[in-house]
């Protein structure tokens, strides 16, 4: 094992909570992230967004402080309270100095433990998330990823934003947030981490007395890790947009969940096809060859269920049809014949050469921590993670690829002006014409 | 890793170990030594950026960033980028209007094979029509992503050009439309020989070498090179703003919006610290002046005081912004008039010692913060050292906002943020049909 990997210590609180901790000694820093592990899968499906204004509302208001009061005493630390959805988690993180580490454990404790709900707090929250979607949907690559997760999830449990979409800004309420919280806080189904410079046995003494007694609430919902009964026909969808200048283009296909024993030739296989910068063959396509972009990306989005396979990029509204039809040819042509040795020793080379810059910093190794406990990786994943990667053969990274990337069965969204681009798209396949969210 | 002693952490201060070098041929070396992980940040800052241009060749520093992962005389496109990849690295470079860096974080091993490539595409930079046109089409795609098609993108070009009558800060970074347009492959070779020297370079190593092993390695790969000697250096200054301008930004949105700017200062002025605390003091947080007075209660979706905190901070004096996004329903010249009333209070009640307490602890934090990655303590040393000459000063830095008194945050809010000294944008949302009539956005 690298000298440099840090040992990671585990204590279970006599309330069942896990605790997890790394000391770090870089700079006087720390890192508190509380971790629910139910995320916005979770959110009724008339109610986008009830996971992350659950976990946003907590930091509106305690039973010891108001909104404003509770603002000052962790900014007054330097610190900064994050509390955010995510799909399969909730995260409430309070990171600050080394120096503030006992005030800082007692305001996220307080913050999980004993959330004042405020009634007056919540409109003033629904106006914030209006304006926030105002702003968002004018973005184009924003509303092109909102758009094609929810085209292409059909109401299953990942279809819709983390942060909520137009209609829940009626839709929810704050019983919604309350009940939200009273099921899926509990211990059982939570982990606490601290990295820091914070010795253990302060963490763990600190750790006792302000969580050992929370008895939240329960039982959680079930997991979901089934994949969705259907996703959206494979197709060419489009949504109009006249006063752009680009169109963003998102497709994909349903990919696999994280425990699937594909993942390690998965990443390998994506890394050469789209992940890899520079050193991916959309990259090498599409922008160095033939400039007609800025920047591609595809990615297996790997969560407790089935999430999507998705390549995203953007273009001049001319040459939307091109990209498009180049993005399929790239992607057949690693489905068929895999890839090269040299193309896979160097994308292994890259995860083992990079893997100690993902332990650089607190807030790094405590996201690592929580996907770990999350997934259930088991305590010395990142003691095997350099094997693992390097263990990965050329055969199995073909089948990988074989099994599972469908080119010929693509969900493809594009959002641009159809003037510019339909006739061009309509030679590679029936343009279906979508309305707005 | 070493385990965490119990520290006395409340006086705690950056104590980061610089060690300079000169090369003859005019190259500065800064190496920082840090053995916590077996991995360096190596940094090469050229002092060029979109301050050294001229209308009419605007963006040829930021394409030429782009130009120089096209290829040498031995490497095709983009292998310089791979070629590092394949051992772990993080490649990538970025352009300001003071200078364009690039940098290279990876394992401690491959640090020579960095050098030799960066050395490599210095002395031996493939630059050919095709290469040339392709990348040019790449930074055109950029612009519409950054600017055209971004919300905010324009609104902020048009309020820099409206603030900025003779200084090159005027202009975007990124380029104007028709000057990306029109740039040559000639343009680029005569910038390339003025600018891509050891004289004009500053390299930055950051992490677990040696420093003398660090100069030795330097010194091999780039001690050959011929430098022309610095760039003349290059003095340019917006004159005083006498009266408010304002100027109204037709596009579609869902929003309405305003944004504003007033002349302050550069890096290398005292009153940098306190401006960049009272921007905190405004804005940063939920418990800052702007957040409590407009967003919590739902009149702005979005408003912010924003002045990059040193290093960060412009060379030569810069724009203190607001950035104001009405919430919808509600009066953005309401908005506007209110924040203004709200600045003007500041002004003359002044603040409380427990908000300017609050901006320092937040400033400490986000100080210590980037100081545990090396990448982040070499840009912090290196970009001390190209924009004011001293190094050293990030050394100092938690002390400078904490000698900052009340009195200094009113003095500045009112020798800065005046009427006078104001430029103001206002974004007014049109139809796509009103859009389209208006004519292209570029």
């Known amino acids: 094992m690298a000298e440099y990997i840090p040992p990671l210590y585990q204590e279970t609180l006599a309330n069942g909570l896990n605790l997890l901790g790394v000391e770090y000694s870089r700079v006087p820093w720390v890192s508190l992230t509380f971790m629910v592990k139910r995320g916005a899968e979770c959110d009724p499906p008339d109610k986008a967004g009830v996971a992350d204004w659950t976990a946003e509302f907590l930091t509106l208001g305690t039973a010891r402080r108001s909104q404003r009061q509770l603002a000052e005493d962790v900014e007054a630390l330097g610190a900064r309270l994050k509390a955010r959805a995510g799909w399969d988690a909730t995260y409430i993180s309070l990171e600050g100095l080394a120096e503030d580490f006992t005030a800082l454990m007692t305001l996220l404790a307080e913050v999980v433990q004993t959330p004042r709900f405020p009634e007056e707090e919540f409109p003033l929250l629904r106006e914030r998330r209006r304006a926030e979607l105002a702003q968002v949907l004018d973005d184009p690559r924003e509303l092109a990823t909102r758009y094609f997760q929810r085209l292409f999830f059909q109401g299953a449990p990942y279809g819709h934003a983390v942060r909520g979409e137009p209609e829940s800004l009626e839709a929810i309420t704050l019983v919604d947030l309350v009940a939200h919280y009273g099921r899926e806080y509990t211990p059982e189904a939570a982990t606490l981490v601290v990295v820091g410079m914070v010795p253990r046995e302060q963490v763990v003494q600190e750790a006792g007395r302000t969580w050992g007694g929370w008895r939240g609430g329960g039982p959680a919902s079930p997991t979901y890790t089934a994949a969705p009964s259907r996703t959206c026909p494979p197709g060419l969808y489009l949504l109009d947009r006249p006063e752009l200048a680009q169109s963003e283009i998102r497709l994909g296909h349903l990919g ?10 998965l990443r390998l296989v994506n890394y050469i096809l789209g992940e890899g910068g520079f050193s991916s063959r959309l990259m090498l396509r599409i922008r160095s060859e033939l400039g007609l972009t800025y920047g591609i990306r595809s990615r297996f989005h790997f969560r407790r269920a089935p999430g999507p396979f998705t390549v995203a990029t953007f273009t001049p509204a001319e040459n939307t049809g091109r990209v498009v039809r180049e993005i399929q040819a790239v992607m057949q042509e690693v489905k068929e014949n895999g890839v090269t040795l040299q193309e896979l ?80 798209l309509g030679e590679l396949a029936p343009v279906i014409q979508v309305g707005e969210i | ?31 920082v030594p840090d053995e916590s992980l077996p991995v360096v940040s190596l940094q090469l800052h050229y002092q060029v950026g979109s301050r050294n241009e001229l209308p009419g060749i605007t963006g040829i520093s930021h394409l030429f960033e782009h130009l120089m992962f096209r290829g040498t005389k031995e490497l095709g496109p983009e292998e310089f980028a791979r070629l590092l990849q394949a051992k772990g690295g993080e490649i990538n470079a970025f352009t300001t209007k003071d200078h364009t860096s690039y940098f290279e974080n990876l394992p401690k091993e491959h640090l020579e094979l960095a050098l030799s490539l960066e050395v490599d595409r210095l002395a031996n930079l493939k630059l050919d029509e095709e290469n040339f046109q392709t990348e040019k089409e790449v930074v055109i795609s950029e612009r519409k992503l950054r600017s055209v098609d971004s919300p905010f993108g324009l609104v902020e070009e048009q309020l820099y050009s409206l603030a900025y009558t003779q200084h090159p800060y005027q202009w975007p970074v990124i380029g104007r439309a028709q000057d990306l347009r029109r740039l040559t492959l000639a343009d680029c070779l005569a910038y390339y020989r003025t600018y891509y020297h050891p004289g004009n370079l500053t390299v930055v190593i950051a992490g677990d070498v040696r420093p003398e092993e660090a100069r030795e390695l330097v010194e091999k790969h780039f001690g050959s090179l011929k430098s022309p000697g610095s760039p003349a250096p290059l003095e340019v200054r917006e004159p005083p703003q006498r009266g408010e301008r304002r100027s109204v930004f037709k596009k579609v949105s869902q929003v309405e919006a305003f944004f504003a700017g007033f002349h302050v200062v550069g890096l ?18 939920r ?9 919590r209660p739902g009149r702005a ?29 509600t009066d953005l010249a309401g908005l506007e008039a209110d924040l203004w009333s709200s600045l003007e209070r500041l002004k003359t009640e002044g603040l409380q010692e427990a908000e300017l307490a609050r901006a320092k602890k937040i400033l400490k934090a986000q100080t210590v913060q980037g100081l545990a990655q090396n990448f982040y303590r070499g840009l912090m040393v290196g970009l001390f050292y190209l924009k004011t000459g001293d190094a050293q000063r990030i050394n100092g830095l938690l002390q400078y906002y904490e000698q900052v008194t009340r009195d200094d945050l009113i003095r500045v809010a009112r020798n800065y943020l005046r009427e006078d000294n104001r430029s103001v944008v206002i974004l007014k949302p049109v139809s796509a049909e009103e859009s389209l009539a208006l004519g292209e956005l570029a």
């Open chain 1, 256 to 265: 696999v969940p994280r425990q699937h024993s594909d993942f390690f030739p």
């Open chain 1, 345 to 424: 020793t160097e994308a292994q080379s890259y995860y083992v050469g990079h893997f100690p810059l993902s332990l650089e910093t607190p807030w790094a190794l405590a996201r690592q921590i929580a996907t770990i406990d999350l997934h259930e990786l088991g305590w010395d994943y990142l003691c095997r993670y350099c094997e693992q990667i390097k263990g990965v053969t050329l055969g199995a990274a073909a089948q990988a690829a074989k099994a599972h990337l469908q080119p010929e069965a693509l969900v493809t969204l594009v959002v641009g002006p159809a003037a510019k681009i339909s006739q061009d």
């Open chain 2, 1 to 31: 890793m070493t385990r965490a002693e119990p520290l006395n952490l409340s006086g705690w201060q950056p104590a980061i170990d610089i060690v300079p070098y000169r090369l003859e041929n005019g190259l500065h070396l800064l190496v």
């Open chain 2, 268 to 285: 290398d002025h005292p009153d940098i610290y306190p401006l960049t605390l009272l921007a905190v003091v405004l804005s940063g947080g």
């Open chain 2, 287 to 295: 418990a800052s002046r702007l957040y409590q007075e407009f967003v």
């Open chain 2, 301 to 329: 979706a979005d408003l912010e005081a924003y002045l990059a905190p040193p290093p960060w901070s412009a060379r030569d004096p810069d724009l203190f912004l607001i950035r104001a996004v009405a919430a919808p329903g």
